[in-house]
């Protein structure tokens, strides 16, 4: 049967223009393969088939306008689609793959068997002193005891929830708390219990915290300058720990890893570990904090630094909590999209409670719950201070971040007693040791642990008769022995486990220890821990005893480090746990297999010259894109991530051609279902969409980024955002990103102080560029034309993908429409377009004056369009550079220069800006749609040449393009005039052409300086 193929609908536009053909007749073609590409002013789709089938006829060519209904091609033999499969066959295989998966998952997930749970005594406590009818409440509660008795937990939360609904139906609309009881989550009978020998991992972790201790202390003893922090380990050393011996798997060639973030200061913690695992020498942890001889330890985790060992830069708070969340994330994107196997992976972070104050701790706490990540467990080690103080010292950080958490969506596990309390809380027939527990605000519960256990008594549990009574036979010693949750092995085991057999949200394990512990009383739980260094000798002789640290009196005062023999049973045990678990911690390495670099001539169609086709260079961006999708090497590798602007930058097409990443597929019809462009949601989509949330898609571009070292598999990830909300909103990530070897593109779309025009003051970015020049390995691009992005963007893939070279690129676009060029012959334009800028054209007639134009970005074309008028109306000859990045430029000025110093007697080597220009004719007149510091950044090294920069300093506006480039003096008339006006001062001709030209462009002198305007 024949069939015929029209035009889709396109939205809202008509007469679009065919770019492409995609297939010719006599092609055989399958549902979904595309047949033409079609452009608009601002974006590019691929249309298409519906229909399999031998094509007959094609009814259309390149350069055909076409709109919703016109013939496209004629097919014969041709199959209809049905219309519920219109889904792209790969796609299908990978829903039908995972929907296996899952229910595989599911089966095993009924064959664990529940934990037998022996309920001796209820959990539910009378704690609310406004009770007026106590009897009453007695009555409720032991009938609620009785439905968990027999009917188990959910019975009873079901029917908690329909007397909540109930009341509220009823017109008590008083909100159901967050809050849970200030106990563990876990009840004692429910805790799992832990295989390993209590004994020898206790004496391991003293061991650990000794070597920790030591380090810093022995480091600022050579070095009073050095810093370092022993408190926060000191607090956290149970937790690492049962990680480390029970849980945590390392990545080896059966299974991929678990995913650690390390809190940044605990860092002493990890190093002392790998130490006794014979990961470090003692001469390692000697150089810690001193890295600039190589071999030293870095202060804090950086894979720049310890690439072999750090996998995740941490220590900027807030980062690792946001990044940890990105990184489960795009482990279930990598896994829906069937890149990696789904191992049961975990991504593990640790926090501090003060660290939770950055509004990025919790900022994307509501995602992580909402992608029910159950492959994400946080950490929180609640010391209860921060670096001045108490984190809540009026108020309960555990019970705060319990109720955010829990209202997220979170599963949430308090580990805040230890076992020593649990006979006192089973013996709290009352609720009264609950209800003092519950009143207690941290500043009192850091108190009490800076005193002694006479001082609990009396402040604590003499809060109440009863209370009082209840320790009654409890020795001070006894009292002060009472450990909190989260120095307990058993208790943070219990809640270990729990995590990680979590299903369907993610879990954050909220822990409670004292900063400082077993420091005494110079360090234990004072408001001055963070900052202790130093420990005299009395306070290490404390420390010796307090975790029975095999050392004499003469090893304590010289702080020696203790290292058990090899073949001591320590020493074996901790190898052997790690053994089971696959390997060490932290470790980073790679695996990953490069992506062969695209072959030139897939961006050759970028070499032409567009003709009265006018674009502009997002559109390129996105055209090339969309060609780089059908080569087979990098289609699959490509994360296209944007922060909800796809259809801003024109990249709407990409909805329907790969689909955007949704875990749960699609569970609507879109409204816009119809159109060709419909907003597509899949399970195995490849767009990230993040939503309006540049942080959270720096985020997932890092997690892509680094993929090649976590998942051993080389992605390439482009975040394509508003300049302006790009570096300067997330520039913390950015170096982040920077310290993790990330490799991809960063885009900075509809770049430019003067090229966004109608935006305003907030949206126009004259200053993207020096932001990022700020990073060491990230290498920037400032475009023109089409073909200088097709040359850059293919060596940042040669360079990053396939050479594995540890950069990555930030490249701006534009969105100002003109045509473009054919690629100059010239055989080293390429290079110099690399290297950061070539000649682009000439005007020598008249042989008597001239000078040196500099243009970037859009800029660039004023300055051509300006030489023109110098040339036309003055006679002033000139040679135009097109400066595809002053950033690399300066990289190899600076480079060149050190080297020319350092070495006096040698013959002095060129910058590349000083081959290009040293030995040109006249002065340099540079400009660009950024501050004049952008093109500055060259003027030492162009052998003491004249050199003025232009350049848009000062805060953008909204007006038209035309009068922001008059109004920032960088349009065509203002490039004349001053160039004229340099050409006098440089006294090679006389001033009254400038004056002139000002006079015929309408330029005021007495103009105020744009920066103060
Ligand atoms: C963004 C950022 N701001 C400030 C600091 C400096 N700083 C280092 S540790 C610290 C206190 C941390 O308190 P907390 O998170 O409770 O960790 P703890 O040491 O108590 O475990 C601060 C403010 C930092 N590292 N990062
Ligand atoms: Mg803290």
């Given at each position: 049967m024949s069939e015929k193929l029209l035009v889709p609908d396109i939205g809202d536009f008509e007469n679009v223009e065919v770019i492409e053909l995609l297939v010719k007749p006599g092609d055989t073609i399958k549902e979904n393969d595309p047949i033409v590409t079609i452009e608009s002013d601002k974006s590019s789709v691929e249309i298409p088939s519906t229909i399999s089938g031998k094509i007959d006829t094609i009814n259309v060519k390149v350069g055909d306008k076409v709109s919703k209904g016109d013939l496209l091609l004629s097919l014969i033999n041709s199959t209809k689609s049905l219309p519920e499969s219109n889904l792209p066959k790969d796609t299908e295989n990978i829903i039908k793959q995972a929907e296996e998966a899952m229910a595989v998952n599911k089966e095993e997930l009924v064959k664990v068997p529940e934990p037998p749970k022996e309920k001796k005594q209820s959990i539910i406590q009378v704690t609310n002193g406004l009770d007026t009818d106590p009897l009453e409440t007695q009555d409720w509660l032991e009938s609620l005891t009785a439905v968990i008795s027999k009917n188990g937990n959910q019975r009873a939360h079901f029917l908690i929830k329909e007397l909540i609904n109930k009341a509220y139906r009823e017109g008590a609309n008083i909100p159901y708390t967050q809050n849970t009881p200030y106990i563990n989550t876990i009840p004692p009978e429910a805790e799992i219990k832990s295989n390993g020998d209590q004994n020898m991992e206790r004496r391991i972790r003293s061991l650990i915290r000794w070597n920790a201790a030591a380090m810093v202390v022995r480091a600022n003893k050579k070095f009073p300058e050095l810093g370092g922090h022993i408190g926060t380990f000191a607090s956290a050393a149970t937790l690492y720990d049962v990680?480390?011996?029970?849980?945590?798997?390392?990545?080896?060639?059966?299974?991929?890893?678990?995913?650690?973030?390390?809190?940044?200061?605990?860092?002493?913690?990890?190093?002392?570990?790998?130490?006794?695992?014979?990961?470090?020498?003692?001469?390692?942890?000697?150089?810690?904090?001193?890295?600039?001889?190589?071999?030293?330890?870095?202060?804090?985790?950086?894979?720049?630094?310890?690439?072999?060992?750090?996998?995740?830069?941490?220590?900027?708070?807030?980062?690792?909590?946001?990044?940890?969340?990105?990184?489960?994330?795009?482990?279930?994107?990598?896994?829906?999209?069937?890149?990696?196997?789904?191992?049961?992976?975990?991504?593990?972070?640790?926090?501090?409670?003060?660290?939770?104050?950055?509004?990025?701790?919790?900022?994307?706490?509501?995602?992580?719950?909402?992608?029910?990540?159950?492959?994400?467990?946080?950490?929180?080690?609640?010391?209860?201070?921060?670096?001045?103080?108490?984190?809540?010292?009026?108020?309960?950080?555990?019970?705060?971040?319990?109720?955010?958490?829990?209202?997220?969506?979170?599963?949430?596990?308090?580990?805040?007693?230890?076992?020593?309390?649990?006979?006192?809380?089973?013996?709290?027939?009352?609720?009264?040791?609950?209800?003092?527990?519950?009143?207690?605000?941290?500043?009192?519960?850091?108190?009490?642990?800076?005193?002694?256990?006479?001082?609990?008594?009396?402040?604590?549990?003499?809060?109440?008769?009863?209370?009082?009574?209840?320790?009654?036979?409890?020795?001070?010693?006894?009292?002060?022995?009472?450990?909190?949750?989260?120095?307990?092995?058993?208790?943070?085991?219990?809640?270990?486990?729990?995590?990680?057999?979590?299903?369907?949200?993610?879990?954050?394990?909220?822990?409670?220890?004292?900063?400082?512990?077993?420091?005494?009383?110079?360090?234990?739980?004072?408001?001055?821990?963070?900052?202790?260094?130093?420990?005299?000798?009395?306070?290490?002789?404390?420390?010796?005893?307090?975790?029975?640290?095999?050392?004499?009196?003469?090893?304590?005062?010289?702080?020696?480090?203790?290292?058990?023999?090899?073949?001591?049973?320590?020493?074996?045990?901790?190898?052997?746990?790690?053994?089971?678990?696959?390997?060490?911690?932290?470790?980073?390495?790679?695996?990953?297999?490069?992506?062969?670099?695209?072959?030139?001539?897939?961006?050759?169609?970028?070499?032409?010259?567009?003709?009265?086709?006018?674009?502009?260079?997002?559109?390129?961006?996105?055209?090339?894109?969309?060609?780089?999708?059908?080569?087979?090497?990098?289609?699959?590798?490509?994360?296209?991530?944007?922060?909800?602007?796809?259809?801003?930058?024109?990249?709407?097409?990409?909805?329907?051609?790969?689909?955007?990443?949704?875990?749960?597929?699609?569970?609507?019809?879109?409204?816009?279902?119809?159109?060709?462009?419909?907003?597509?949601?899949?399970?195995?989509?490849?767009?990230?969409?993040?939503?309006?949330?540049?942080?959270?898609?720096?985020?997932?571009?890092?997690?892509?980024?680094?993929?090649?070292?976590?998942?051993?598999?080389?992605?390439?990830?482009?975040?394509?955002?508003?300049?302006?909300?790009?570096?300067?909103?997330?520039?913390?990530?950015?170096?982040?990103?920077?310290?993790?070897?990330?490799?991809?593109?960063?885009?900075?779309?509809?770049?430019?102080?003067?090229?966004?025009?109608?935006?305003?003051?907030?949206?126009q970015d004259g200053h993207s560029h020096l932001i990022a020049s700020t990073i060491p390995n990230c290498v920037t691009y400032d475009p023109t034309f089409h073909y200088e992005l097709a040359t850059i963007f293919r060596e940042g893939l040669r360079r990053m993908h396939e050479k594995k070279e540890n950069v990555f690129y930030y490249i701006t676009t534009m969105n100002e429409n003109y045509s473009h060029p054919e690629m100059p012959k010239d055989k080293n334009c390429e290079e110099g377009i690399l290297k950061g800028m070539y000649k682009i054209k000439e005007f020598n007639k008249y042989k008597k004056t001239k000078i040196q134009l500099l243009g970037s970005g859009t800029i660039l074309r004023e300055m051509l369009s300006a030489a023109e008028i110098l040339q036309n109306d003055y006679q002033i000859d000139s040679e135009i550079w097109s400066v595809t990045s002053f950033n690399e430029l300066r990289k190899d000025g600076m480079e060149v220069e050190r080297y020319n110093l350092l070495n006096p007697d040698k013959a002095p080597k060129k910058s590349y800006v000083e081959q290009c220009l040293g030995s040109t004719e006249g002065p340099i007149m540079a400009a660009s749609d950024y501050m004049r510091m952008n093109s500055d950044q060259i003027r030492p090294y162009t052998n003491n040449k004249s050199f003025y920069s232009l350049g848009a300093d000062g805060f953008g506006r909204s007006d038209t393009r035309k009068n922001l480039r008059k109004f920032f003096e960088v349009d065509k008339e203002h490039l004349v005039a001053y160039g004229l006006s340099i050409l006098a001062k440089e006294q090679l001709i006389a001033s009254k052409y400038a004056k002139d030209a000002m006079k015929k462009y309408k330029i005021d002198g007495d103009k105020p300086m744009p920066t103060k305007l």
């Open positions: 990680g480390m011996n029970h849980f945590w798997r390392a990545k080896n060639n059966k299974f991929g890893g678990d995913l650690v973030y390390f809190q940044g200061h605990s860092a002493p913690g990890m190093y002392a570990r790998a130490f006794l695992e014979g990961r470090l020498t003692e001469k390692q942890l000697d150089s810690f904090r001193q890295e600039v001889k190589p071999g030293g330890l870095s202060s804090y985790p950086h894979p720049w630094l310890m690439p072999n060992f750090w996998q995740f830069p941490t220590v900027s708070m807030g980062l690792g909590p946001m990044l940890a969340i990105y990184q489960a994330r795009y482990m279930k994107y990598l896994i829906n999209r069937g890149l990696i196997k789904d191992e049961g992976r975990k991504v593990w972070a640790f926090l501090g409670d003060g660290e939770m104050d950055e509004p990025e701790s919790m900022g994307a706490i509501g995602l992580a719950a909402r992608e029910k990540l159950d492959n994400l467990i946080f950490v929180i080690n609640c010391n209860l201070q921060r670096l001045d103080g108490p984190v809540r010292g009026n108020g309960k950080i555990i019970q705060e971040l319990e109720g955010s958490f829990r209202g997220a969506g979170w599963n949430v596990i308090k580990v805040i007693w230890g076992s020593y309390w649990d006979s006192l809380l089973a013996n709290d027939k009352t609720g009264q040791l609950v209800k003092i527990m519950n009143e207690t605000v941290d500043g009192e519960y850091q108190a009490m642990k800076a005193r002694d256990g006479a001082y609990v008594r009396e402040k604590f549990f003499g809060k109440h008769p009863e209370t009082l009574e209840l320790v009654s036979s409890m020795s001070d010693k006894d009292i002060w022995r009472l450990n909190r949750g989260g120095h307990d092995p058993h208790k943070v085991y219990a809640a270990y486990d729990k995590a990680t057999k979590n299903q369907g949200s993610p879990t954050v394990i909220i822990a409670k220890t004292i900063k400082g512990y077993g420091m005494g009383k110079t360090g234990e739980s004072v408001n001055t821990t963070h900052q202790t260094k130093k420990l005299d000798v009395d306070d290490l002789m404390y420390y010796r005893d307090r975790f029975d640290v095999p050392l004499t009196d003469e090893q304590v005062k010289n702080i020696e480090y203790f290292k058990p023999d090899e073949k001591s049973p320590e020493i074996r045990y901790i190898k052997e746990r790690r053994l089971k678990l696959g390997g060490y911690l932290p470790e980073r390495s790679t695996f990953a297999k490069p992506i062969k670099a695209p072959s030139k001539d897939i961006f050759d169609f970028m070499k032409v010259s567009t003709g009265d086709k006018e674009m502009s260079t997002t559109m390129a961006l996105v055209r090339m894109l969309t060609n780089l999708l059908r080569d087979k090497n990098i289609s699959p590798r490509l994360v296209p991530i944007i922060p909800d602007e796809a259809r801003t930058f024109g990249m709407e097409g990409f909805f329907q051609k790969i689909g955007i990443y949704a875990h749960e597929g699609q569970k609507y019809e879109p409204e816009d279902a119809a159109q060709l462009s419909s907003y597509r949601e899949d399970k195995s989509g490849q767009v990230l969409e993040e939503g309006i949330n540049e942080a959270g898609a720096m985020s997932s571009w890092i997690a892509a980024a680094t993929a090649y070292t976590n998942h051993d598999i080389e992605m390439i990830p482009i975040y394509i955002f508003y300049s302006m909300f790009g570096f300067q909103r997330i520039g913390d990530l950015a170096w982040a990103a920077g310290d993790s070897q990330a490799r991809g593109f960063l885009v900075g779309a509809t770049a430019g102080r003067t090229t966004l025009a109608g935006e305003g003051l907030q949206h």
